[in-house]
Antibody
Framework: EVQMLESGGGLVQPGGSLRLSCAAS????????MTWVRQAPGKGLEWVSS????????YYADSVKGRFTISRDNSKNTVYLQMNSLRAEDTAVFYC??????????WGQGTLVTVSS | DIQMTQSPSSLSASVGDRVTITCRAS??????LCWYQQKPGRAPKLLIY???TLQGGVPSRFSGSGSGTDFTLTISSLQPEDFATYYC?????????FGQGTKLEIK
């Protein structure tokens, strides 16, 4: 069974940093791109970042470029999202998803990030 | 960036109804279109990819069609568990973009 388990969310002050983790199981992790998607409270879905299976290619939404960094450790079946210079508008549930050709096939349960003083 | 526009934004329907949701892309995306279902407090679930291919385990009452810029999601006979929010998403190019969602409510 495919599973993704996100962790690392929490309350952080504006300008602060947070690192999200997503531990995956049930599939050959290195064969798949991985993606982070977020959802602000009461709002729709927003793609944040993707990373190729090898980790050699990364992609970012303009809203997070230069502030967020996606990475992966294929030996640990884990993808990360390092978030710096956080803003109130980054408050959201962050989901990780297993990606295939731009389709998000399987999702984790999400982790809530709240940016507030 | 490719803009995705869904209509309607909300929809009231009854169990057994046939429902259609539309998604329009701001430029041609061939068939690189997915549909997701999201229930409150839950992660989205992929229903359809490549515009018309049903994800494994998804009931056959769900179907998708379209190519280029215009796409539809149809539920042939609404069941109680189908009341949720539905999103389209283009998988043609980054930045991947979603429609704003269609909330399907019980009439």
């Amino acid at each position: 069974e495919v599973q993704m388990l996100e962790s690392g969310g929490g309350l952080v002050q504006p300008g602060g940093s947070l690192r999200l983790s997503c531990a995956a199981s049930g599939f050959t992790f290195s064969n798949y791109a991985m993606t982070w998607v977020r959802q602000a409270p009461g709002k729709g879905l927003e793609w944040v970042s993707s990373i190729s299976g090898s980790g050699g290619s990364t992609y970012y939404a303009d809203s997070v470029k230069g502030r967020f960094t996606i990475s992966r450790d294929n030996s640990k079946n884990t993808v990360y999202l390092q978030m710096n210079s956080l803003r109130a508008e980054d408050t959201a549930v962050f989901y990780c998803a297993k990606e295939l050709y731009g389709d998000f096939r399987d999702w984790g349960q999400g982790t809530l990030v709240t940016v507030s003083s | 960036d490719i803009q995705m526009t869904q209509s309607p934004s909300s929809l009231s329907a009854s169990v057994g109804d046939r429902v259609t949701i539309t998604c329009r892309a701001s430029q041609s995306i061939s068939n690189y279109l997915c549909w997701y279902q999201q229930k409150p407090g839950r992660a989205p679930k992929l229903l359809i990819y490549a515009a018309s291919t049903l994800q494994g385990g998804v009931p056959s009452r769900f179907s998708g069609s379209g190519s280029g810029t215009d796409f539809t999601l149809t539920i042939s006979s609404l069941q109680p568990e189908d009341f949720a929010t539905y999103y389209c998403q283009q998988s043609y190019s980054t930045p991947y973009t979603f429609g704003q969602g269609t909330k399907l409510e019980i009439k």
